[in-house]
């Protein structure tokens, strides 16, 4: 393909340079038969495979001047049959599709030989069979294991797209048969004005959302979409401070909760810790006078409380403590015991010092 591409009816947003990646390889005719998107959940992981599954399965036509190569992904309604699954083709595979498995978030063996079966069988609409696996770090060992034989002996017209949080999560025979794509954080200020362009919320809200998302483009669509993800932002923070004014029971029993948690869905526990160290970088931040720099703006007073009642090489200690909790999680150690031994490291904070101390704003 010698000819200039340009590629329309993308959803993906932000993340040009794979996109640009894609685009190159096409017209350099260098695709891969596998791709890994590794990135931080709701960073558009999912998005961007749909998408690069919909432009790989496309085939270019001539714009009306006969100079330029075009592929429209929207021009035929592949997003929505690919999420319907009524695509012949085009298949997502994840722990939502495991009908056996519904309280796990495991990705079967059965699903993965599922698509061994399928596979290596003719596309039946296109030139390609695609198959994108969301969250691959939840599959099985075996699941890993019959992986890796599509992988090394790949069809001709057979297509893997894997997703996952980081290059670390998956085996490293796995990822070294990958074509790996990279997804970073996004500007505040550039999932501000697209929330403010497409949803109907005022610019106070807009900079509440862009910024708790923290460069997460999906995390800030789906707040614009459900309040129940903006109250939980509020709740958290307090639970967080009701924990260090607890008792010994109440932090076992939320070590416990964590465990349980984890066994079903590791991604949601991965999610709590990462916000165990926006409460505690905050803290840090607001022990050096710098307020304008914390997340958690909304409970400034409260964090402030905490800060006047911590050392700061204390606070450092545990930010330290909860990185390698989550080290610790992704080396397979016991959760109920990491998380015990991150409660007993938390300091016990005086409840009447925070106790009527509500956010500056709800949303």
Not at 79 to 88: A, F, M, P, V
Not at 196 to 224: H, M, P, V
Not at 338 to 345: A, G, K, T
Request: aromatic residues 8%; neutral net charge.
């Amino acid at each position: 393909m010698s000819k200039e591409l340009k590629i329309l009816g993308c959803k993906t947003f932000g993340h040009n340079t794979a996109l640009e990646f894609i685009n190159k390889s096409l017209v350099m005719s260098k695709t891969s038969h596998a791709y890994l998107i590794v990135g931080p959940e709701n960073i558009g992981k999912k998005t961007l495979a749909i998408d690069i599954a919909s432009i790989l399965y496309s085939k270019p036509s001539k714009d009306m001047f006969g100079e330029q190569l075009l592929i429209d992904i929207s021009s035929n309604n592949q997003r929505s049959r690919i999420l319907k699954g009524n695509h012949s083709d085009i298949k997502i595979i994840d722990s939502d599709s495991n009908e056996k498995e519904k309280s796990s978030l495991i990705i079967s063996i059965e699903q993965i030989r599922e698509i061994i079966r399928e596979i290596h069988l003719k596309p039946f609409e296109g030139e390609k069979k695609i198959y994108i696996i969301n969250q691959a770090q939840n599959m099985m060992e075996s699941g890993y294991n019959s992986m890796l034989k599509i992988l090394e002996e790949p069809p001709v017209d057979g297509i893997i797209i894997l997703t996952a949080p980081n290059i670390k999560s998956l085996p490293n025979t796995i990822v070294s048969r990958c074509q790996v794509i990279s997804l970073n954080y996004l500007q505040k200020q550039s999932i501000q004005n697209f929330i403010l362009e497409k949803f109907d919320i005022d610019e106070s809200k807009s900079e509440f959302i862009s910024r708790i998302s923290k460069g997460k483009i999906g995390f800030a669509i789906n707040a614009c979409n459900d309040q129940t993800i903006i109250d939980d932002y509020f709740q958290t923070v307090l639970k967080f401070s009701e924990i260090l004014c607890g008792t010994i029971d109440k932090r076992f029993n939320y070590a416990k909760e964590m465990s349980n948690i984890f066994r079903k869905n590791k991604n949601q526990v991965y999610q709590e810790i990462l916000r165990w160290l926006d409460f505690w970088r905050d803290i840090l931040i607001l022990k050096n006078d710098l307020r304008e720099h914390i997340v958690n703006r909304e409970w400034h007073d409260l964090l402030l409380s905490i800060s006047k009642n911590i050392e700061e090489k204390k606070i450092i200690y545990i930010i330290k403590t909860i990185k390698n909790s989550s080290e610790f999680l992704y080396q397979n150690g016991s959760p109920q015991l990491i998380f015990e031994v991150l409660m007993m490291d938390l300091p016990f904070i005086n409840e009447d010092k925070i106790s009527d101390i509500k956010p500056s704003v709800i949303f």
